[in-house]
């Protein structure tokens, strides 16, 4: 992990809380609150956890006892008034490493003139929920994209297993040119290539007979969307996928004559085996007429001042109708196939508040007046003051972590096509 040089005038960035985002007091006001929808981790509560190893440099490197294959389909042992044969079994290691990333989160600054004469008040603990869920998101997002790059096989709906190239970034993990390759074979699926339970079923026949996966352990974690993990393998989806599957073919053929499956949706555990997580960010993937792949922002604000909705926070279209994006990524979950590194607590002669703060890279959110503030002299120079009045806040948190992954192929993500269905044959085009 390299440290930057600290820059004020860079990492700073100045900008002010935008007092046009607020309502004034010499109106009569009722506070509205919006009410999103709750961003739960989902990544994070599959990971397995391992503390870093402090002082022993910029790697950890994890040794892990591979057991020998099995070489045989039938066992002919020789007689007993001969020699016996002998098996030589030996086990091997293998390694993993990984090393620690971080990342700082702000708000604007805020002033003190628009908490004194503008309708502000109580919106400093709104500001820090936002970020604590923002970063909640980013680690998930990062756990993510490190689990991705580093699969050896990728499930391509209609298709089959594809071995795939593994690595970090987009040139090392799986490019974008890759990923089109693999976008153009699916698109040539006809009918099909849709995360329906027959993809599902041999994904996970694939997933077990081929690759060699394993389910978790019976731990019972985590609860949620459907039964526990105990013997299973988890199968992370968006809502859209789940809800399709109230039209799967197979559903509608093998259901209990109990269930309703035009006014209920599908409960229960795939085949007993698969529990299912819903992911509220999902990959969704746009493409160009050579099917070049693009991934849009999930959600974008309203900036038109003179729209009824300006400033509202809503799900950005060209990421969420699947005739902008009209493909998806889902994961199949086996059991201890990553663990969540956890860096515990910065260097201890940085975690001692010398200057009123200490070091701290938990993701904790806090208040601070320690920044720079630009001001103007008489002959229009940019100068800073080091906020010594006391007349600005921040708020600010720095995020550290990492992932190693011990059984990259516990993992499958699964390329499919997005739909969406009506629950019944009645028409509903008026």
């Given at each position: 992990m390299q440290i930057p040089a600290i820059d004020q005038n860079v990492c700073g960035d100045w900008s002010q809380d935008d007092r046009s985002a607020y309502a004034q007091l010499p109106y009569f006001l009722e506070?509205?609150?919006?009410?999103?929808?709750?961003?739960?981790?989902?990544w994070g509560k599959l990971l397995g956890s391992r503390d870093w190893q402090k002082n022993q440099g910029e790697t950890m490197k994890v040794v892990m006892i591979e057991p020998s294959p099995v070489i045989r389909q039938f066992a002919n042992p020789n007689l007993l008034a001969e020699n016996p044969l002998v098996d030589v079994i030996n086990v091997a290691e293998r390694t993993a490493t990984a090393q620690l990333h971080w990342q700082d989160f702000m708000s604007p600054v805020f002033g003190w003139l628009p908490s004194f004469e503008s309708f502000l008040k109580g919106h400093i603990t709104p500001a820090m929920d936002n970020i604590n869920k923002q970063i909640t998101v980013f680690e998930e997002m990062f756990f993510r994209r490190y689990i991705l790059d580093w699969s050896p096989y990728v499930y391509v709906a209609g298709v089959g297993i594809v071995d795939a190239?593994?690595?970090t970034g987009d040139d090392n993990g799986k490019p974008d040119a890759w990923i089109q390759a693999q976008l153009t074979s699916l698109a040539g699926v006809a009918n099909g290539g849709y995360l329906s339970f027959k993809e599902i079923y041999q994904a996970l026949s694939a997933f077990e007979e081929d690759i060699g996966a394993t389910p978790y352990d019976g731990t019972g974690t985590p609860g949620g969307d459907s039964s526990p993990l105990n013997e299973k393998y988890c199968l992370i989806q968006s809502n859209e996928s789940w809800n399709a599957l109230i039209d799967d073919p197979w559903l509608k053929e093998n259901r209990p004559l109990n269930m309703n499956i035009v006014n209920g949706a599908y409960k229960g555990d795939y085949f007993g085996k698969i529990m299912s997580r819903i992911e509220r960010y999902p990959i969704n993937i746009a493409v160009d007429n050579n099917f070049a792949p693009t991934y849009n922002v999930p959600e974008t604000k309203e900036t038109n001042p003179d729209n009824a909705l300006y400033n509202r926070t809503y799900p950005n279209p060209t990421y969420s109708k699947p005739v902008n994006s009209p493909f998806q990524m889902s994961f199949l979950v086996g059991g201890m196939a990553y663990d969540r590194l956890n860096p515990g607590t910065p260097p201890p002669d940085f975690t001692k508040p010398l200057d009123g703060r200490d070091m701290d890279w938990s993701g904790k959110?806090?208040?601070?007046?320690?920044?720079?503030?630009?001001c103007n002299?008489?002959?229009n120079e940019t100068h800073y003051d080091t906020n010594s009045f006391g007349r600005y806040l921040r708020l600010q948190a720095s995020w550290a972590g990492g992932i190693i992954g011990t059984n990259t192929f516990n993992v499958l993500p699964i390329l499919h096509k997005r739909k969406r269905v009506l629950t019944t044959v009645i028409d509903q085009s008026n």
């Open positions: 506070l509205g609150k919006t009410m999103f929808r709750q961003r739960w981790a989902v190239p593994q690595g959110t806090y208040l601070t007046k320690n920044f720079l503030v630009p002299t008489t002959g």
